[in-house]
């Protein structure tokens, strides 16, 4: 099984390279200048975009092939007080340079709205909100020239009292979106309410790739392992539709994701830790490595791009004790078995 280590948006390497630079509405809205204060915002997302471009480089010299991308790009991009300006065309070309590198490079980026957006809330605003901010993921990947195979990956939401009507109206409101937005969603299981089993279940209804996350299993498991549902889990990642809807070449199918990181303390579980402790992780790959050709891992821990590099070490030492793990370049190990 070939696995590919990617980490989330920030460096702890690549001095002054935050991607997520912004302005709040409070600071904008005291400018003089209304448009003056636009240019400003479309200046700071091309330097976001720059910043995302110094990452990728700095991915591709390190090894590492996959990547999320943070959602802040554009500052006050969804902010209802700015729905009549349109950064884009500003921007056309910042991101056509990201989108060119990724291309060439054939990594894998995504996207991880943040907690707001919601499909499963009771409240038709938030909804709509919900949806704008989908959309406004899905621009962004459109202009960067990415095919569908760039995804958004979201959890199913609150149970608002219910749980059982709450993924209930998951199926029902996802099915009011477009195809273009819900074409790019993955779903994740999360650490307090939609178990791995309950988010593969809606997966399956609605015809979406299942993000595992195995760390949220552990802290919220259902009735299977992880290991017991992970050929349900695979099978969502084979859609008959997605050459059809995504123009992509079979050959280019994405691998199945997962998500991996360490309970900060045992007083804080669910919290993330610096780094990520590799007995767990280990586990699992073991466990599947036998039906599964590849997959991708989302390293979620504070110390990003080091949490990789610190892993990748681990792994190198396993090697080199002659254990079935063989390190093939700084983001990518083969687990024989």
């Not at 003056?36 to 976001?48: C, Q």
């Not at 919220?220 to 008959?240: A, F, K, S």
């Not at 007083?267 to 610096?274: N, Q, T, V």
């Amino acid at each position: 099984m070939i696995v590919r280590f990617g980490y989330v948006a920030m460096s702890v390497h690549v001095e002054n390279a935050s991607p997520s630079r912004t302005m709040t509405m409070a600071s904008f809205s005291k400018l003089a200048d209304r448009e003056a204060g636009l240019r400003r915002l479309e200046k700071i997302a091309e330097e976001n975009l720059r910043n995302t471009l110094r990452l990728l480089k700095h991915n591709r010299y390190l090894g590492v092939h996959v990547y999320r991308m943070t959602s802040k790009l554009i500052p006050l991009a969804t902010h209802e007080d700015l729905r009549d300006w349109d950064p884009y065309p500003a921007l056309a070309a910042s991101f056509a340079e990201v989108g060119a590198f990724v291309r060439e490079h054939e990594m894998r980026v995504s996207f991880h709205p943040d907690h707001f957006t919601v499909l499963n809330t009771p409240r038709k605003d938030v909804f709509e909100k919900s949806v704008n901010d989908l959309d406004h993921h899905v621009r962004m990947l459109e202009a960067m020239g990415l095919d569908g195979r760039a995804l958004n990956n979201i959890h199913v939401g609150g149970s608002y009292g219910d749980k059982d009507t709450a993924g209930k109206r998951f199926v029902e409101q996802f099915r009011l979106i477009e195809p273009r937005i819900a074409n790019r969603i993955t779903l994740e299981n999360d650490d307090k309410t939609f178990t791995a089993e309950e988010t593969l279940g809606i997966a399956e209804e609605v015809g979406v790739p299942m993000v595992l996350d195995i760390h949220h299993d552990a802290v919220n498991r259902g009735g299977e392992t992880t290991v017991e549902l992970w050929p349900r889990i695979m099978r969502t990642w084979e859609r008959l539709e997605w050459n059809v809807v995504h123009g992509a070449d079979s050959d280019l199918k994405l691998p199945p994701k997962i998500h991996v990181s360490s309970p900060k303390s045992t007083s804080d579980p669910r919290g993330h830790a610096d780094y990520v402790e590799p007995e767990h992780l280990l586990e699992f790959l073991h466990g599947i490595a036998g039906t599964t050709p590849a997959l991708d891992v989302m390293i979620e821990a504070k110390k990003k791009d080091d949490a990789l590099l610190r892993l990748m070490e681990h792994f190198r030492s396993l090697e080199a004790d002659g254990q079935p793990v063989r390190v093939l370049d700084g983001g990518t190990v083969e687990i024989r078995t």
